[in-house]
């Protein structure tokens, strides 16, 4: 399996890949991590005249905490963001979800952005940004625009990226509710596959254990990951008895739209998200009472 | 049609390494093919096997993942570069034969970096960690069981060893 001839250039800074992408149009493919993308190179379901290997950009790796937001490079290996204690201590779920993704070698060449981008609607770092409202950084030529999650996945492997903008940053909201806990679950043929349904949930409780904030959402269900906001508000002011936990997760089950496929029909999908959402609430809600 | 090539610079297995590659060479290619350590094993060539794991500066990766022209400027250590100086097997590498942690052989090669990745971080894992470490290796004839006590094997060995 050999990809189509392409040629490569190798970026030293955002602002030399914005210039390539400008300069080249369409035949341009950025390369983050390429877990994803090499694959289908191999399977010349994809065929770039020019590869833009932004691997090398120094400016496109970190994690800085700030009061109320987590900034993460895009370029930022899926193994570095895994093992920052830091961040895990703030923004719990992206650890969370980390553990579904890939494999150790996968992790430590995959990136967080190139995961984004890719837009997978059963991929586990979507689904993330979709539920905490992540907001994109997308720099240009002629500058940056931040988009929220809720705006930037527009369908299976698509974002609002535009064939002259990349992924600068990400930049995850901190909750600095003190009792607050996450979960991420998944159903998959094996782990480290894609998720057949998803399921993500974040919540705040009050010192008497009320519920006073939380998000919820579904992967793997829908053309792109889905966040439930108006559900996840049912659950502000409960104590999040099983009977509101379940009417949630049901409710979400019934407004997704899986596919089938080779591996699960619809039906089983819509079954799943109705067991994965609610089981995700519930674990979120026993770490926050820890 | 001739292909454009490209410069590389890589040092492998602490050698370094000098080429003219074009850019669709995988790394696990250019490694097997032009430098004819072929002890990096490619199985299914698009990310699912594991076989063709080697180490990027001392972490592992897919080589199959990745072009030869992306490595430029790094370090690669294949399963060639395991073994001791003198050629002879690492404490893991022996623990493999010890422990039965291989049959066909196909897997060993991307089965050893994991490994060595998971003990270069964490000399004395849990048998949760190891089982995750070569979780995204394939094994068709071990049943994994062995492969597991060799890592284990191997910390132990280790850890009598640095006593």
């Known amino acids: 399996m050999k990809p189509v001839p392409f040629e490569y250039v190798r970026a030293s800074s955002i602002g030399e890949a914005c210039d390539v992408l400008q300069r080249e149009g369409d035949a341009v493919k950025l390369i983050a991590g390429g877990q994803s993308l090499v694959p289908l190179m191999a399977m010349r379901l994809v065929r770039p005249g020019l590869l833009l290997d932004i691997n090398e950009i120094a400016a496109l790796k970190f994690i800085s905490l700030e009061t109320d937001t987590a900034r993460i490079g895009a370029c930022t290996r899926q193994a570095l963001v895994e093992r920052d204690g830091a961040l895990a201590a703030r923004v719990p779920l992206l650890r969370q979800a980390l553990a579904w993704v890939g494999h150790a070698q996968t992790r430590n060449r995959g990136t967080l952005g190139g995961s984004l981008a890719h837009a997978d609607p059963c991929a586990e770092l979507p689904l993330t940004a979709q539920?905490?409202?992540a907001r994109m950084v997308?720099?240009?030529?002629?500058?940056?625009?931040i988009v929220p999650a809720g705006?930037?996945?527009?369908?299976?492997?698509?974002?609002?990226t535009g064939p002259q903008e990349c992924l600068e940053e990400v930049h995850w909201p901190i909750w600095s509710e003190p009792r607050t806990g996450s979960a991420f679950t998944e159903i998959s043929n094996r782990h480290g596959d894609f998720a057949m349904v998803a399921a993500a949930a974040q919540l705040a409780l009050d010192g008497d254990g009320r519920c006073v904030r939380a998000a919820f959402g579904l992967g793997g269900v829908d053309q792109t990951p889905l966040a439930f906001p108006q559900l996840a508000a049912r659950l502000v002011g409960t104590r999040l008895d099983e009977a509101v936990v379940q009417s949630v997760a049901q409710d979400a089950a019934a407004a997704a739209r899986p596919g089938s496929d080779l591996f699960a029909t619809s039906a089983y999908r819509r079954h799943l998200a109705g067991v994965l959402g609610a089981r995700a609430i519930r674990s979120a809600h026993e770490q926050a009472r820890l | 049609m001739t292909e454009k090539l490209y410069s590389i610079s890589i040092e492998v297995n602490g050698v370094h390494r000098t080429a003219q590659v074009p850019a669709r060479r995988p790394l696990a290619d250019w490694l097997r093919e032009d430098l004819h350590l072929t002890g990096t094993h490619l199985g299914c060539e698009h990310g699912v096997c594991g076989a063709c794991s080697v180490m990027l500066d001392e972490e592992p990766v897919r080589s199959c993942l990745m072009y030869a022209v992306q490595a430029d400027g790094?370090?690669?250590?294949?399963?060639?570069?395991?073994?001791?100086?003198?050629g002879s097997m690492s404490v893991l590498q022996d623990s493999f034969c010890q422990a039965h942690a291989l049959q066909c052989g196909y897997c060993?090669?991307?089965?050893?970096?994991?490994?060595?990745?998971l003990l270069d971080a964490h000399p004395r894992p849990t048998d949760r960690q190891i089982r995750e470490a070569i979780g995204g290796n394939l094994c068709r004839c071990t049943g994994y069981q062995q492969i597991v006590e060799a890592v284990r094997l191997a910390a132990d060995r280790m850890a009598e060893e640095s006593k």
């Open chain 1, 138 to 145: 997308l720099r240009g030529t002629a500058g940056t625009r």
């Open chain 1, 131 to 133: 539920v905490l409202g």
């Open chain 2, 74 to 86: 790094h370090r690669v250590t294949t399963v060639e570069g395991l073994a001791r100086p003198d």
């Open chain 1, 151 to 160: 705006d930037f996945f527009s369908g299976p492997m698509m974002t609002v």
């Open chain 2, 108 to 117: 060993t090669p991307g089965m050893l970096i994991a490994a060595q990745g």
